[in-house]
């Protein structure tokens, strides 16, 4: 069975930093696809970033310098070093594995989410 677990989350206040890790169990997704997407109340589901063994990470605008996105293959797990943190980067924070990126629709395993709340 696949599972990814997100871990990490919290309150911050802005201009701080948070570590968001993804542990994946049930298969290796070293040839994945490893994406970070979030989702604030009351507005759809977004990219934050992807990471592929072949390429370079991508990043979406809005957290483009502040976010670092990461892979350890030997413990299958992804991190999401989250800095300069604003309150608008406050959402639940998925984790996602697929074999193509891109938007959500492309990814086939998602995490159960992980809260991150960014206080003015």
């Known amino acids: 069975q696949v599972q990814l677990v997100e871990s990490g989350g919290g309150l911050v206040q802005a201009g701080g930093s948070l570590r968001l890790s993804c542990a994946a169990s049930g298969r290796t997704f070293s040839s994945y696809f490893m994406g970070w997407f979030r989702q604030a109340p009351g507005k759809e589901r977004e990219f ?17 310098g502040r976010f670092t996105i990461s892979r350890d293959n030997a413990k299958n797990t992804v991190y999401l070093q989250m800095n300069s943190l604003k309150p608008e980067d406050t ?12 938007g959500t629709s492309n990814y086939d395993y998602w995490g159960q989410g992980t809260q991150v709340t960014v206080s003015s």
């Open 91 to 102: 959402a639940v924070y998925y984790c996602a594995a697929g074999r193509t990126g891109g």
């Open 48 to 64: 934050v970033a992807e990471i592929i063994w072949y390429n370079s990470p991508h990043y979406a605008d809005s957290v483009k």
